[in-house]
Nanobody
Framework: QVQLVESGGGLVQAGGSLRLSCAASGLTGRSSAMGWFRQAPGKERDFVAALNWSASRTDYSDSVKGRFTISRDNAKNTVYLQMNSLKPEDTAVYYC????????????????????WGQGTQVTVSS
């Protein structure tokens, strides 16, 4: 059974940085692409970033490109989201998710493409 646990959220001023972590257990070998999504109150869950298992391919939403960086440490079964230059509009609950797509494919931007989700971590950016 796959379990994903996010951590690292919190309250930060605009312009600040946070690093989110997603610890995974139960993954089946070299096949899990990972993604980060976020959901603000009253809004849909939006794609933020994705990374394939080998970390050779990444994808970012236009709203975070150049400010956020997704990475992973497969030895630790952990995925990270480094968030810099944070803005109030980045305020949301952030979720990590995994997709069993093989070692080289990257997962997509639709939540429907993901198989397992974490419980989320709150990020609040004050102006």
């Amino acid at each position: 059974q796959v379990q994903l646990v996010e951590s690292g959220g919190g309250l930060v001023q605009a312009g600040g940085s946070l690093r989110l972590s997603c610890a995974a257990s139960g993954l089946t070998g070299r096949s899990s692409a990972m993604g980060w999504f976020r959901q603000a109150p009253g809004k849909e869950r939006d794609f933020v970033a994705a990374l394939n298992w080998s970390a050779s391919r990444t994808d970012y939403s236009d709203s975070v490109k150049g400010r956020f960086t997704i990475s992973r440490d497969n030895a630790k079964n952990t995925v990270y989201l480094q968030m810099n230059s944070l803005k109030p509009e980045d305020t949301a609950v952030y979720y990590c998710a995994c997709a069993e797509v093989g070692p080289y494919r990257i997962s997509g931007r639709s939540p429907n493409e993901y198989d397992n989700w974490g419980q989320g971590t709150q990020v609040t950016v004050s102006s």
